[in-house]
T-cell receptor, first 114, second 109 residues
């Protein structure tokens, strides 16, 4: 079946612009995660949803970052007033809410802020 | 969640076993050990997980010490396509996941 998809795959934004990144999880996966990955580093947790409920947003770096999953399926990560330090790959992952809780990752969206 | 310590990089000859160590000395009783890998320009991929017992699947084997303070991921016959960053993670259940820097494995012909 289809895996996790993300769009766009690449996004260039001028500093100060707002961006919206989309994640389509695997059908039936209750849990959805967003990560930020800077060049040469491991993924950093941003936020976690179980269905439409955002259960953990402790990793969001500032109030410019906002994530939603209104119908418990597709999720959008929005970054307002982008800054250069927001340049990174944004990864989305989904999983079933049962052991082994393995996460299936999308290919990521590479955001470059100029 | 407990922290893990992994070597920054390792080399392995093609066809030989790759043994990737991970220290997790502060692991608690209900935390699992998970391994993921990330091939260049792709999202991470789940490999294997375990609690106490050694585990094996079609991709790899996971050896966990009796005190659970360390583990080793074994790729029995490494190929060039196994060149990737390997992440060792300890966590409970399906919640927040903390990746470290991982180990960069270079498989050489």
């Amino acid at each position: 079946g289809a895996g996790v998809s993300q769009s766009p795959r690449y996004k260039v934004a001028k500093r100060g612009q707002d961006v919206a990144l989309r994640c389509d999880p695997i059908s039936g996966h209750v849990s959805l995660f967003w990560y930020q990955q800077a060049l040469g580093q491991g993924p950093e947790f941003l936020t976690y949803f179980q269905n439409e409920a955002q259960l953990d947003k402790s990793g969001l770096p500032s109030d410019r970052f906002f994530a939603e999953r209104p119908e418990g399926s597709v999720s959008t990560l929005k970054i307002q007033r982008t800054q250069q330090e927001d340049s990174a790959v944004y990864l989305c992952a989904s999983s079933l809410n049962q052991a082994p809780y393995e996460q299936y990752f999308g290919p990521g969206t590479r955001l470059t802020v100029t | 969640d407990a922290k893990t310590t992994q070597p920054t990089s390792m080399d392995c000859a093609e066809g030989r076993a790759a043994n990737l160590p991970c220290n997790h000395s502060t692991i608690s009783g209900n935390e699992y050990v998970y391994w993921y890998r990330q091939i260049h320009s792709q999202g991470p991929q789940y490999i294997i997980h375990g609690l106490k017992n050694n585990e094996t699947n079609e991709m790899a084997s996971l050896i966990i010490t009796e005190d659970r303070k360390s583990s080793t991921l074994i790729l029995p016959h490494a190929t060039l396509r196994d060149t990737a960053v390997y992440y060792c993670i300890v966590k409970t259940g399906g919640f927040k996941t903390i990746f470290g820097a991982g180990t960069r494995l270079f498989v050489k012909a």
